[in-house]
C-alpha cells in the first residue's frame, strides 16, 4: 500500500466479505435445503441452519433420478468434448502452420466461420442432421438425380451429444498463434535428425503445448458439463440424460409433493465435479479463460 | 500467416484439417444452409411437405408484435446482465486487488461461481426467489412489503432472470478485472500518490481509464453470453413468461421451432441471429485487431 488509509482498508475487508456472503449465499442455501426433511423445507420461511439429512436426501436423489448413471454420462460427454475439441483443432492449427497446400486459406476461413454461428442459433436444423447424419448425403445424391435413403440417427446416443459441440474455431486459433511462436530452429533441426511431420508433432510439439492443453481442458471440461440445451433436445430416453437434465426431473412440480430438499440435495451433488475443478485447478482455469477468448 | 520451416507432403495437411472441416460441415455448413433455404419454406408441422414463399415467415415474423418484444425484452435482459455483473466484478476485483492478506482465500471464493451452469443457477435462484416458498422472496413481501411476484409480474421476472444471468458473470468479469488491474504499472500508481491523489482520484482518473479496453471486451463477451447462453436460465425458471416477459430471441427459436413445431418462422428467426452474430463478431474481430495494434 502506498499511504496508510484505515478507514478504506475496513471498508474494503467489509465490502468484501459481505460480496462473498451474497456470492455464496444461493449455495448455502441450497446446501441448507439439501440437509432437510420434507416437513422443515416446505414450512416458510425455511429454516436457514443445515439439518443432518444431507446423506439420507442424497441417497434418495440418487435412486429417483438415477443420478449415478447421468452423472456417468456428463462425464463421459465432458470428456468426450474436450478431448475431442483439443485433438482435432491441434491437428487441423498444425497443418495450418506446417504445411503450405492449396485451400489453406479456404480451410482456414471455414473454421472462423464456425465462430460467428453458436449452436444455440440453428438448433433446428442442426437437430435435423443429428437425427440423420448422412441426409446430406441423400439429398447431394438426390441433385444428382441419384435417389438413395441413408440413414443414420445420432439421437440418443453419445456422438450425437457430443460430435456438434466439438468444433471450435477458439481453441484451433489459440494452438494456431502457439504453434507460430515455436522457434523455427526446433522444425529445422527435427528435418535434420530425419523426424517427420507427426514424429514431429508427437515428439516436439505435443510435449510443448502441455500448458495450453491443461489450461483449454478445465475450461472445456466445464463447459460440456453444463451443457443444457443440446442434450435437452437429443436425448428422449431417460438413460442417455446427462445429469443437468436428471436434475430438471427431480424439481417438484405444481401437482406433486414439494419435495426440494431431494431436488436441492442431487443438485449439489451435480454442481459438484465442475466446481472442484475450478477450485483445485485454479491456476489453469484462469490461464485458459483468459487466452480462450482472445 | 506460416512458419518459415515447413513440412512439405500432398496428402498429410488434408488428412490433418479433415476432422474438423467435416464436423464443421456436417453440424454448421450444413445447418446453416438448410436454416437459410427453410426460412423460405412453408412446412407442415411433421416436415411432410412444403412450399416457396419467399419471405412470407419474416414478413409474418414482423408484422405481430411478439418478435419485437422478444427484441426489446432480450435488449433490456441483456443490457442489465451485462452492467449488473461488469460492475459487480469491477468492484469486487478492485477491493481483491486492495488487500494483503487471504489473497488466494478471497479470489477463490469469488471465481468458483462460475463452474455452476446457467440451468443450475436458475433452479437455485427460482428456489431463493420463488414469491410462494422461498425465503428472498418471503422477505420481499413479508417485510419489505414489495408485492414480489415474478411468476406473474414481467418486470420482476426479468429482475430474476438477470440476476441467475449474472451470477456466474460476475466471477467471469472478475478474473478479466484483476488480469488488468494487474498489468497496471506501479509506478504510475506511485507517481500520481506522491502527487497527491488520494485512492478515489487515483481509481477514477488512472486506472478506470487504463482499464477501458478490458471493459470494452468484457461488455461484448458479456452481451454475447446473455444473448447466446441464457436460455438454461430461462428455461429452468420461467420459460419465457410471464407473457412472453423473458423471451429472448434464443429462447423464441426453441419454442418455436420444438414446441410450436413452426419451421419456418424458427428457420427465418436462425438467420436473423445468424446475421446478427455475423455483425457482432466482426465488430468484434476490428475490435481486437485493434487491440493488438496499439499494444
Redesign the interface.
Known sequence: MIEKTPWLDRLTVLFLILGIAGLCFPLYYTFVAATLTLEQVSRVPMPMIPGNQFFHNAMIAMQKGDLGHKMFNSFLVALGITVGKISISMLSAFAMTYFNFPFRKLAFWMIFFTLMVPVEVRILPTYEVVSNVLSPINQILGWAHIQVNLNWSMLDSYSGLILPLVCSATATFLFRQFFLTVPDELCEAAKIDGLGPMQFFWHILLPLSRTNIAALTVIIFVFGWNQYLWPLLVTTKPEMQTAIIGIQGLIPKMDEMPEWHVAMAGSILVMLPPVLVVIFMQRWFVKGLIENEK | ??????????V???V??A???I??????????G??LV?AFLLSDPFGQSSQFVWFENFKFLFERPEYFVAMKQTFLFSTATALFSLS?GL??AV??N???RFKST????????????????G???L??MHP??G?AG??FNEILKLDWNPVLKENQALVMVVLAAS?KQ???NF??FI?GLQAIPKSV??AA?IDGA??IRRFWSIVFPLLTPTLF?LFT?NLVYAV??T??VI??MTQGGPGGGTTTL?YK??AD??VGLD?GS??AQ?VI??II??IV?TIQFRY?ERKVQYA
Open positions: 500467416m506460416i512458419k518459415k520451416s515447413i513440412f512439405k507432403n500432398p498429410l495437411p488434408y490433418l484439417v476432422p474438423q472441416l464436423i464443421t460441415f456436417l453440424f454448421f455448413f450444413w445447418p446453416a438448410k436454416a427453410q459487480c468492484f469486487f477491493l481483491a486492495r488487500i494483503i478471497v479470489r477463490t471464493a469469488l471465481i468458483w461461481p462460475y463452474a455452476i451452469a446457467p440451468a443450475m443457477s433452479i437455485l435462484w428456489f431463493l410462494s416458498f425465503v418471503y422477505y451470477w460476475i466471477s467471469y478474473v478479466f488480469g500508481i506511485e500518490a488520494g485512492p471486451f463477451m447466446f447462453d436460455f438454461g428455461h429452468t434464443v427459436v426453441y421451432g420444438f419451421l424458427s428457420a436462425s441471429l445468424m452474430t455475423i463478431t481486437i
